[in-house]
């Protein structure tokens, strides 16, 4: 009940204010120098491992458990949620790190939590009704409406202002950079849109061309994974740089990789897997799927059966044997169990295995290191033109810009400020690129490391450096599996995915694309073959699923 | 360079500096009516504000004559910074205190700051002049004609005030005006009396562009002036909070008391019943003997005195983000009467928190159904309240309302917006609540919009349950949900929360009307 003015008085106050404030030099600076702390994965847990610079010692204890899973990430905890959901209940989950979610951790300032790693899931298609499945269990699905359409919780969806791009020191709304923009590129544009609706379809074999997860696509448009995105445009002759840009920002978000990188079959799926429907939500927290991790360990309960801060060390995948320690004291125990779910990435299996044991060749599968870092700021950033957005991209520089960890927090909440996520993936062209960049990473401290993320957001917004309260940095030595051309139906990752004895590889590596979704089904196909191992017979989730 | 030597003024020099005690003086009043009206504007109770600026004022004048038996050198220079000093914080006084309204959490730190400067440097001025003339007469005669004109300026700025400035120029601008005297003034003292100054250059061009700066805002004041003084009422202030979320604002004249959020019209206490019954009953009286509501904003309680009319009900959560509009409406004598005490009334529980995190926590909480549920928000105008008309929040105001039960949304006016009105009842429709638009007549907003809804699809309610009503009768009732030839449904989107269309349908409806306002003119 308002009769609302029109001109926005607060606001226009507000630009006058701002106005002043940029004539006079900028006012309220903070005065203490932020708190920067180094956070996630601890490089030397994982690289004493590689190392095997672990003491050997003696064994504590010996357990026989049903299944073993090692990783607690989004596959581990999907296949622990699919056990715990067949009442099975005989698993522990092992966790290098202190703290669960592996690429999918969220750590947490006093003033919101943060993601530090992947940050949010598009609401499922329906056809993957096993993911709908965890997240109507989960309470993030609430029901459907009366014509079967989920309805998810309003505080789970990111809502408006979705996006913008920074381009010229000036925002604009969504993400395409049209702006100027020729008769010919829209030209472009609309076909490269019509391209996509007409590969918006199932192919000869009745599934849909593009589907998730990828394994289930049909078969018919497979050859594209032979060919790079940019070969596959430049077929097409779409060659404008709008156009060109929005796809590279896409497979550099999803994948870390360029269009020159990406596999024309992985760019296609960027857009088709989840259907062409722009309505979509978009499901995200705070924390990014660290929410949805957290929310299946409250779920499944898992109590003394997670174990943090302990290392697989040695893998007998004949006699289903895992030797573990923990980190803090060194403490050996063996478990012995019927099946065993390697959910951590499956480049650290071939160290943990008896020599020889692995079949795929060692740097079969390539990953990109990323930089992310969340920083609280004590003004929200304004910036011309478009209001500040969920997610908020510069169109040059390596960083994919910020998403705001806040942007969706309660309205009683009158703390000022923000926590602003900012991503860079590090994508070099080759292997050796790809472990300088790596090795860069974890050698900078985190001063240096602080600074380079200060550049990333300073052309956005300048003179942000000094709002900066505190800034939680986390290094990814390989933070997404890379779909090159050749990876997602080549030798190298049905190799990848074998099982080995009674070892099941099922993190999203072995998947191909470094997405939740992949992650999922990939825990919950290996833990509906560990049912079956240990003799529980358990209508399968993922066959139900249509296509 | 040596500092120049003490001279008298010229005969027409002393006749400048006579001048300008006249409008030193006028100027001096102005500031201090100025800042006394934006005092009760903003603050309310104009008694007490004009009591207080006159007394902190006065004082401060009386520290700057005391003060001014410590200037003995330079008497041109600091006579020429004082006028500047009271040119610039004078000038900008009423904008600084529009400024600080809408940003400071108290205004009454930057008002007095002001008065203290302005009476300060004011104070200064009259005795520093006499020092000055002081050789040039003899000086019982030369205090009787500076008080003179002193007293002159006085009258001349009581007299202009509220006849001439306040009308035509508004406050800003009379403040920009006067600064722009007081430094025109110093702009001649200091070209006249150069041989005088010990910096006759920097006095010179700061004066001219300070007088420049005034003048050119005096110029372009324009815009700004009407934008800062919407924050001005009609009618006297009697009450003004600001929360955490909001300016809340009561004026009262005669019977009239109205609530401003911001700025914005919530209610006049002279017509409010229309829209609160109209809010109220129908739904309320279709529920069939409700005796669980919910109200989703709603936080004067108006809309609870009329659940309250309506004897099965037993339980009403109401859920308003702000503990101070609850609490303003819960102990103000005056708004108590309004809504009957209704706040405090112990079938009522009041839960301040963001309603869609309540209804969500009541949802997932597995919370009881509601027999009615009353959504009474303010309009979309922004991204954080339009929200709370998106098809997802809509889903869960279904999920808390019972089967059979019934629902009503305040919806925008459909004649000043109705895209966004239609808007409202596409969401619903597609969040699958059967959507009943309807609109009343309230004579301070216009033509106001409804929505009913339910779980099932129903025609339009034909009863009313018999409680006291002034305003709704049963052929009323069927006339609301009629809409002309002219206020047929808008083409429009149901509103996403992922782009919130609303919120560009309010505002481009808005903006219409504006610039349709701006073409009458």
Redesign the interface.
């Known amino acids: 009940m308002t009769i609302f003015d029109p001109l926005r008085r607060r606001e226009f106050l507000g630009a006058a204010a701002a106005g002043l404030g940029l004539a006079c030099g900028r006012p309220e600076v903070a005065s203490d120098p932020p708190v920067i702390e180094l956070v996630g994965p601890d490089p030397a847990r994982g690289h004493r491992l590689r190392d095997r610079g672990f003491a050997s010692g003696s064994i504590a204890a010996t357990e026989d458990v049903g299944v073993v899973i090692v990783g607690a990430g989004a596959a581990g905890m999907a296949a622990a949620w699919r056990l715990a959901r067949a009442g099975f209940d005989d698993f522990v989950v092992l966790e290098l790190e202190d703290g669960i979610g592996g690429t999918a951790r969220s750590g947490a300032f006093s003033r919101s939590a943060y993601p530090m790693g992947a940050h949010y899931l598009p609401a499922p298609h329906p056809e993957c009704a096993a993911l709908e499945a965890l997240l109507e269990d989960l309470g993030i699905l609430l029901g459907r409406d009366a014509a079967g359409r989920p309805d998810y919780l309003p505080s789970a969806q990111v809502s408006a202002p979705e996006e913008r791009h920074f381009v010229d020191h000036r925002w604009f709304e969504g993400l395409y950079p049209g702006e100027g923009e020729g008769r010919e590129e829209a030209e472009a544009w609309a076909r490269w849109r019509d391209h996509l609706r007409a590969l918006d379809r199932r192919g000869v074999d009745g599934r849909r061309l593009f589907r998730l997860p990828v394994a289930r696509s049909s078969v018919e448009l497979r050859d594209l994974d032979r060919v790079t995105m940019r070969g596959y445009l430049d077929g097409l002759g779409l060659t404008g740089w709008r156009l060109r840009w929005m796809i590279d920002y896409a497979c550099r978000d999803d994948y870390g990789c360029t269009i020159d990188q990406t596999s024309a079959f992985a760019g296609l799926h960027y857009s088709l897997a989840r259907g062409l429907d722009e309505h979509r939500p978009i499901l995200t927290a705070p924390g990014g799927n660290g929410r949805l991790i957290d929310a299946i360990a409250g779920r499944v309960d898992l109590g003394a059966r997670l174990r943090v801060g302990v290392a697989a060390l040695e893998v007998d995948p004949d006699a289903g044997e895992v030797v573990t320690v923990r980190i803090a004291d060194g403490e050996r125990r063996r478990l012995r169990a019927r099946s065993i779910l390697w959910a951590a990435p499956r480049f650290i299996l071939p160290r943990v295995l008896p020599p020889g044991r692995d079949p795929l060749p060692s740097g079969a599968l390539r990953y990109t290191p990323w930089l992310v870092a969340s920083v609280e700021v004590d003004r929200r950033p304004r910036g011309l033109g478009a209001p500040l957005s969920w997610d908020n991209v510069p169109i040059d520089g390596p960083s994919l810009g910020y998403v705001v960890a806040t942007h969706g927090e309660d309205a009683a909440e009158t703390r000022p400020g923000a926590v602003l996520t900012y991503y860079e993936p590090l994508t070099a062209a080759d292997a050796e690129g790809l472990a300088a960049a790596r090795r860069e990473l974890l050698a900078a401290d985190a001063d240096a490391l602080a600074a380079r993320v200060r550049a990333g957001l300073e052309p956005m917004h300048p003179g942000i450096g000094p709002t900066i309260r505190r800034m939680a940095i986390t290094r990814w030595g390989h933070a997404m599996i890379r779909p090159t051309p050749g990876l997602l139906f080549g030798e190298a990752l049905a190799l990848a995915r074998a099982p080995i004895g009674v070892v099941r590889p099922c993190a999203t590596d072995t998947a191909g694309l470094p997405l939740f979704e992949e992650a999922f089904y990939a825990g919950l196909g290996a833990a509906e073959a560990a049912l079956a191992a240990v003799g529980r017979s358990e209508p399968s989730m993922i066959e139900d699923e249509v296509g | 360079m040596p500092p120049p030597v003490p001279r008298p003024p010229s005969p027409g020099g002393a006749r400048l500096l006579l001048g300008s005690v006249l409008i030193v003086a006028t100027c001096g009043l102005i500031y201090e009516l100025l800042s006394a009206t934006m005092a009760s504007y903003l603050l309310g109770d104009s008694i007490t504000q004009f009591s207080l600026v006159i007394g902190v004022y006065l004082s401060a004048m009386g520290l700057g004559s005391y003060l001014s038996k410590g200037v003995k050198r330079d008497l041109y220079d600091r006579f020429i910074a004082v006028q500047l000093v009271v040119a610039v914080v004078g000038g900008l006084s009423a904008i600084a205190l ?2 600080g309204y ?2 400071l959490s108290s205004v009454r730190p930057l008002l007095f700051g002001i008065l203290i400067v302005v009476g300060t440097m004011v104070g200064l001025e009259i005795p520093l002049l006499i020092r000055i003339l002081k050789d040039s007469g003899e000086l019982g005669d030369l205090v009787a004609r500076v008080l003179a004109f002193d007293y002159l300026g006085a009258l001349a700025a009581s007299v202009l005030f509220p006849l001439a400035l306040l009308p035509t120029l508004g406050l800003s601008r009379t403040g920009l005006l006067f600064g722009g005297l007081n430094a025109l003034v110093a702009t001649a003292c200091a070209f006249a009396f150069r041989d005088q100054l010990r910096r006759p250059r920097a006095l010179q061009s700061t004066s001219l562009a300070i007088a420049a700066a005034l003048g050119l805002g005096l110029a372009l004041g324009g815009r ?1 002036e009407r ?2 003084e ?2 001005l009422f009609d009618a006297p202030l009697v009450r003004s909070e600001k929360s ?2 909001q300016r809340l604002s009561i004026t009262r004249e005669g019977d009239d008391v109205r609530l401003y ?7 006049s206490s002279l017509d409010e019943h229309r ?1 609160h019954e109209a809010l109220v009953h129908p739904a309320l009286s279709e529920a069939e003997a409700p005796a669980r509501v919910l109200v989703l904003g709603g936080g004067d309680g108006l809309a609870l005195r009329e659940i309250l009319k309506h004897p099965s009900v037993e339980a009403i959560d109401l859920v308003d ?1 702000d503990p101070k509009m609850t609490g303003l409406f819960t102990d103000d004598p005056l708004l108590r009467e309004l809504n009957e005490g209704s706040l405090a009334d112990p079938r009522v529980t009041i839960h ?6 309540w209804l ?1 926590a009541h ?2 909480g597995g919370g009881a159904a509601y027999d009615a549920v009353l959504v ?1 928000l ?2 979309p ?1 922004n ?2 309240l ?2 709370l008309y ?1 098809g ?2 809509y ?2 105001v279904g ?1 808390a309302l019972r089967p059979g039960g019934s629902g009503v949304i ?1 919806a925008t006016s459909p004649l ?1 917006s109705p895209r966004a009105f239609w808007c409202v009842v596409t969401t619903l429709a597609d ?2 609540l059967h959507p009943r638009p309807y609109h009343a007549h309230v004579p301070t ?1 216009g033509d ?1 919009g409804f929505v009913m809804i339910a779980h099932e699809d129903r025609p339009p309610p034909t009863t009313l349950a018999p409680v006291a009503l002034r305003y709704l009768d049963e052929a009323t009732l069927a006339a609301l949900f009629v809409f002309p030839r002219d206020q047929r449904p808008a083409e429009v989107e149901p509103n ?5 269309l609303l ?1 560009h349908y ?2 481009e409806d ?2 219409s ?2 610039q349709g306002r701006r073409r009458a003119r």
Not at chain 2, 261 to 267: C, E, K, M, T, V
Not at chain 2, 352 to 357: F, K, V
Not at chain 2, 496 to 500: A, K, T, W
């Open positions: 529009f400024f809408a940003w700004l934008i800062a919407e924050e955490a979320y959020i911001d700025g914005n019209l919530q209610f829209y983000l301040n928190a963001d309603a869609m995190r969500e949802v997932r009474d303010p309009d105008n991204f954080s339009g929200k998106s997802p929040f889903r869960l999920r305040q000043l969040a699958g907003f106001w996403r929360l992922s782009d919130q919120v309010y505002e808005l903006r009307i504006e």
